[in-house]
């Protein structure tokens, strides 16, 4: 599992100081950034030539609310992988260890030319299969 932390701004929060519930999806996509980071890739995964990574699908379950100045721990696992696409799980925790929201999404690789589906490359599956964990 791939740990991060974010730390919850004032400008995250609605009024009442909670995080405002599309902006977990920021906190994970960044944590996502971190986790694309550390395979330490040849190439601009984010740039390149060749292809881009959409999200096909994201999800969020609220447990508990997040609030302003609190640190959250993200931790990632990939629980499906495909030659072509796979989908991250983010467990966001508070300070207490408390799961507050579990967020998934499902990314697919395609040509960037194009748009046809395309296998991933061999340095990015490796990366994330060190990552995968399958649910029972």
Same mark, same amino acid.
């Given at each position: 599992?791939?740990?991060t932390?974010?730390?919850?701004? !004032? !400008?995250?929060?609605?009024?009442?100081?909670?995080? !405002? !519930?599309?902006?977990?999806?920021?906190?994970?996509?960044?944590?996502?950034?971190?986790?694309?980071?550390?395979? @330490?890739?040849?190439?601009?995964?984010? @740039?390149?030539?060749?292809?881009v990574?959409?999200?096909?699908n994201?999800?969020?379950?609220?447990?508990?609310?997040?609030?302003?100045?609190?640190?959250?721990?993200?931790?990632?696992?990939?629980?499906?992988?495909?030659?072509?696409?796979?989908?991250?799980?983010?467990?966001?925790?508070?300070?207490?260890?408390?799961e507050?929201?579990?967020?998934?999404t499902?990314?697919?690789?395609?040509?960037?030319?194009?748009?046809?589906?395309?296998?991933?490359?061999?340095?990015?599956?490796?990366?994330?299969?060190?990552?995968f964990?399958?649910?029972?």
């Amino acid at each position: 599992m791939f740990t991060t932390k974010k730390k919850i701004n !004032f !400008f995250d929060c609605d009024p009442a100081g909670i995080l !405002f !519930f599309g902006r977990i999806f920021e906190l994970c996509h960044s944590a996502y950034e971190d986790l694309i980071a550390s395979f @330490n890739l040849k190439e601009d995964y984010w @740039n390149n030539n060749e292809y881009v990574v959409p999200i096909l699908n994201s999800e969020a379950h609220y447990h508990k609310p997040m609030k302003y100045g609190e640190i959250i721990s993200i931790e990632i696992k990939v629980s499906k992988l495909k030659s072509s696409s796979f989908e991250l799980e983010y467990m966001c925790k508070n300070e207490s260890g408390e799961e507050c929201t579990v967020v998934r999404t499902v990314h697919v690789f395609v040509e960037r030319a194009t748009w046809k589906k395309q296998p991933m490359k061999e340095e990015i599956q490796n990366g994330l299969a060190k990552y995968f964990y399958q649910s029972e």
